[in-house]
């Protein structure tokens, strides 16, 4: 009860004071994802589909910004080639699901089969249409609005703020009794991470191994050293929250991408990244019985298949089938069904609609609603004619993270660079054994950070870009001056 009138009262304030000021309320907004898959957040309000706090924030903030931004003098500056990029990616959407609507007869088998309700073509379009593009217009709106450090400031700390608040949720629900067992930090973690946070095991491992260097990369513009500490504490929290959800994918993405950043500019932390590794063992023994799971008898999962006319126990020490949770038996049909319909694929939801999920489900007892791997999901719906443009753009956003990443010289750079770099990274390794590139709930904080980094790297283009001037030698480059925005020193 406490719970949903602290929620109508912060709908009710964001949604009023973006009237007034669009850009904060849009960090409230932003804000919410933390606890937006929570099962006390309602879906849905007096019997309106779509009527909900997040859903209300976001229209009272569009409609804020469509006033305010004219007197604030803001126009759209979106360069034409990432504006070409966004286009083919939404395109693509739609497209894959204008596929999916001619007929959508295997999903309907697939709901029967789990006795579930079959879908409609207006669930289908408000899920597939309407709730996934609605997930990317605040990194849109961050673009646009984010012109000073003011606001640079705000939205930082909102981005940041969802995955430390998605961190204290994990630890505050994820008893300490289950960090000396891996068996049992997997187990609990499943059922307590789904029931009292929202987020699926997996999904929030990978979100948190990229928050914590999200987190770690705004030390630049701390004001001073208590800060920095504070932000460092912040960081470190977010790292045992991670170590709590017992999601191995977590576990290697947080390394992988460290490795990535360290080797980019923190080259001193190479050397103290082992006793980090050897501090979470330390205090979380069971991460280390997660991460070994599967590569000795003794550790085996005994949630085989039902079917025994599949062999998934291998005859030495190591199971292929406990190591991968189970893709060693879907993606070996995905990548078949892929190799049918190379080019184009089969339209969204594919593993549905083409009989794959079901299959795996009837006849051997798995659950996969998607491949677990997101490149082979992408390439299974829109095929290689699809995936070219998509891949391209996420190459470079990351191409663009790393060289404000790598730039000395502001802070700023630094910070929304390194903040980007560390979710965008964190999903491209964690893609490789789940997520999803389809906008989704998780992945609004990378979407947003992007937002942030196109906005910097866009100024950055116009304040240190030589131009040139013509003398009587001819002509010459000459560098612009710092842009005080955007070349702000630390403490300033």
């Known amino acids: 009860m406490i719970r949903l009138v602290l929620l109508t009262l912060f709908t009710i304030v964001c949604s009023a004071y973006a009237f007034r000021d669009w850009f904060k309320a849009l960090c409230g907004l932003i804000l919410m994802m933390a606890v937006i898959e929570h099962p006390d957040m309602p879906k849905s309000m007096l019997g309106i589909q779509g009527l909900n706090p997040w859903n209300i924030i976001m229209l009272c ?31 693509l959407i739609l497209v894959g699901v204008w596929r999916l609507l001619q007929d959508y007869s295997g999903l309907t088998a697939y709901a029967l089969l789990k006795e579930a309700d079959p879908p409609t073509v207006g669930g289908l379009v408000s899920e597939l249409i309407v709730n996934t593009l609605k997930w990317i217009i605040p990194a849109l709106l961050l673009f646009d609005g984010c012109r000073d450090n003011g606001r640079l400031r705000w939205a930082l700390t909102a981005i940041a703020g969802v995955y430390f608040l998605l961190a204290l949720q994990v630890i505050k629900w994820m008893p300490l009794a289950a960090i000396t067992s891996g068996a049992d930090l997997g187990e609990r973690s499943l059922k307590i991470l789904m029931n009292e946070v929202g987020y699926h095991r997996v999904n929030i491992a990978v979100m948190l191994a990229g928050g914590a260097w999200a987190i770690f990369a705004l030390r630049p513009l701390a004001k001073n050293r208590r800060v920095a500490t504070l932000v460092t504490v912040a960081s470190a929290l977010t790292l045992f929250g991670l170590a709590l959800t017992g999601g191995r994918a977590g576990y290697a993405t947080w390394a992988v991408v460290g490795l990535l950043m360290a080797l980019i500019r923190w080259r001193k932390y190479l050397l103290i990244a082992p006793i980090a590794v050897a501090l979470v063992i330390a205090f979380v023994p069971a991460v280390q019985q997660r991460l070994m799971q599967g590569f000795t008898a003794e550790t085996r999962d005994s949630n085989v298949a039902l079917s025994h006319t599949v062999q998934i126990q291998s005859s030495g020490g190591a199971d292929a089938y406990t190591i991968t949770a189970g893709r060693n038996i879907a993606w070996p049909l995905v990548l078949d069904r892929i190799g049918q319909a190379p080019w184009f694929g089969y339209g969204r939801e594919a593993m549905r609609s083409q009989g794959i999920s079901g299959y795996l489900w009837g006849e051997l007892g798995e659950d996969f609603g998607h491949p677990h791997n997101a490149y082979l999901q992408w390439l299974l719906d829109n095929g290689i004619v699809g995936a070219v443009p998509v891949f391209f753009f996420l190459l470079l956003m990351l191409k663009r993270s790393i060289s404000l990443f790598a730039d000395s010289r502001s802070p700023v750079f630094i910070a929304v660079g390194g903040m980007a770099l560390g979710l965008l990274f964190a999903q491209l390794v964690g893609a490789l054994g789940s997520q999803t590139f389809y906008p989704v709930e998780g992945s609004v904080g990378m979407w947003c950070a992007l937002g942030l980094m196109w906005r910097v790297h866009l100024e950055r283009q116009r304040v240190y870009q030589p131009k040139p001037v013509f003398t009587e030698q001819g002509m010459v480059a000459v560098a612009r001056p710092a842009h005080p925005l955007w070349a702000e020193a630390p403490g300033t």
């Open 61 to 91: 903030v569009l409609l804020g910004w469509l006033v305010q931004r004219r007197r604030e003098g803001l126009s759209w500056d979106m360069p034409g080639g990432l504006k070409f990029l966004l286009w083919i990616y939404v395109l």
